[in-house]
């Protein structure tokens, strides 16, 4: 900001920053944008300070420490053939959520939603805005504003890019093939696209107080389409390629710094954001951009089926060698360390946008626990998977449902030892949008 008030007042400033986090005051975050936005008035902010110390950016400085915990949401497009009347809900996309839910997860401690959602622009061309997608997102953010929590806008679909691609191995299963849309990573117009439909977004929600991120894409995964599952063989042959996308976001992020400096951009790497191939990310100049990570590793033992037989701490074959590997919290220790370790190489911020577990794998709470340790040691950003909705027709899809605890044919909530893990880490922040 250009205030002359707020270079007289830096040091002060500092020192009110200093109390107010330790003493679980609420701080409204600096308005850096221009009061020119295309926004609506659904997506206008109160009580926003330009004098407040804080900047949106210095939530994600791990020399912060741990500001934002909290829970992914999960939406995506209804399919009436698919889905049938009921199961998505009423919208144009589904499960819905409701100002309550809100309510309940802020009141477990959480001050942040990552909102992972359908992307503002059609998935087929011609690309233009689909306004029944852009008023659910605007209803989300509001309820989650309501419930005094920050929000991460994450978009898993947008141009040549349909929810599908995530459920590629269970095509003719419960949907068809031809419904799977991967387009965008051969389409340059896709790409382009995807560039302005992210423009178009941070004019939208630059304002909006409690929105602190811009999540570009939800898992990037060019190199499942190409079947390659090892970096070193797909930057050899597709680097620079459309396929890349250390060339795919840059145009992006260039494009929402065009219309708002500010709000920080987060990115994960190829292969659905895994930590393998974090450090294949080229981090670029700007100083407000986040690196990702999704941390579901060993996927065999945290998304294992309830008559699964790993455990934590246990062992297992880690390495894919045939031989059994201790499994606990020095394992991942070592499995993080690469994190830190491209943290350090590139002075970047991070955090962890994903992680979770099935609620019935032995061991869960352990597991969970020693994750969120790390992750706070070193001043990462936290959302688990997930925060589900009540809407009733859906309530049995919940194994990510910590709530329910261990028992598979259980789906109400229930006090558990996973669930008293995750609450208590939340109950930790103190940093809230007012």
Sequence with gaps: MKSVFRKELFITSAILLIVFVFSGC??????????????????????????????????????????????NIYQRRAYLKIDG???????????????????????????????????????????????D????????????DKANMFAVIAFRTG???????????EAGDWF???????????NKVA???????????????????????????????????LDIWEPEEFYKKYRNTLYDWNQF??????????????????????????????????????KNTVYVVHQY????????????????????????DGKKDGFDKNWLNGFLKNISMFKKKHNALVAITEFGIHRWSPGASEFIKNQIELFEKNGFNHAIWMWHSSWKPQKENDAFDFQNGPKYKNHKKISNKLADVIIKYWQKNSIRPK
């Design 26 to 71: 609420a701080i409204n975050l600096n308005k850096e944008s221009s009061p020119e936005s295309i926004e609506s008035d659904c997506c206008k902010s109160e009580k926003i300070s330009k004098y407040d110390p804080l900047k949106k950016i210095d939530l994600w400085k791990s020399e912060n420490g741990t500001l934002l915990r909290g829970a």
């Design 249 to 286: 976001y840059p145009k992006i992020s260039s494009s929402i710094r065009e219309v708002d400096s500010s709000t920080p951009v987060l990115v994960g790497g190829l292969s659905y954001s895994s930590l393998e191939w974090f450090s294949y990310i080229k981090p670029i100049k700007d």
């Design 297 to 320: 590793e060993p996927i065999a033992y945290t998304h294992q089926s309830s008559k699964g037989k790993f455990g934590y701490p246990g062992k297992m074959d880690l390495d894919f």
């Design 85 to 131: 009347p009921n199961y998505m809900g009423p919208g144009p996309v589904g499960h819905p959520y409701t100002q309550e839910d809100f309510n309940s997860l802020s009141k477990l401690g959480a001050n942040y939603v990552h909102i992972s959602h359908p992307g503002l622009f059609t998935e087929k061309p011609p690309y233009k805005v689909d306004i």
């Design 159 to 169: 141009p040549g890019r349909s929810e599908f691609t995530f459920f590629a191995d």
């Design 133 to 144: 997608i852009q008023n659910n997102l605007d209803k989300l953010v509001n309820m989650i």
């Design 176 to 186: 068809e093939k031809e419904m799977i849309d991967d387009s965008v990573w051969k």
């Design 191 to 225: 790409q382009d696209a995807w560039a302005k439909m992210w423009q178009y977004t941070a004019k939208r929600y630059k304002n909006k107080n409690n929105v602190v991120g811009y999540h570009l894409m939800v898992e990037p995964n060019s190199n499942e389409i």
